[in-house]
C-alpha cells in the first residue's frame, strides 16, 4: 500500500467515526423530541385541561395570556 493510499485510508476513517458520531448525536435528538412529543400529547389529550399545570414556558400566547390573568400577573 502506497502513502497516498494510506493517508487517504486514514482520512476516510476519521471521516467515517465523525459521521457516525453525528449519526449517534441525530439519533439521541430525535428520541429525545418524539419523547418530549409524547408528552406534549399526553397533555393535550387531558381531559379537564382546567387541572392541568403547563410551565409557562411551554404555552402558547393565548394560554399564557390567560394564565397571567388568573394569578392576577397582569
Do not use: C, H
Not at 7 to 18: G, P
Not at 30 to 59: C, H, W, Y
Amino acid at each position: 500500500m502506497s502513502n497516498e493510499q494510506r493517508a487517504e485510508l486514514l482520512r476516510l476513517r476519521k471521516e467515517n467515526e465523525e459521521l457516525r458520531k453525528k449519526v449517534a448525536q441525530g439519533e439521541a435528538v430525535q428520541d429525545i423530541l418524539g419523547k418530549a412529543f409524547g408528552l406534549l400529547e399526553q397533555v393535550n389529550k387531558s381531559p379537564n385541561p382546567e387541572e392541568t399545570r403547563i410551565p409557562p414556558a411551554l404555552m402558547s400566547a393565548d394560554q399564557y395570556a390567560k394564565w397571567l390573568e388568573r394569578e392576577q400577573l397582569f
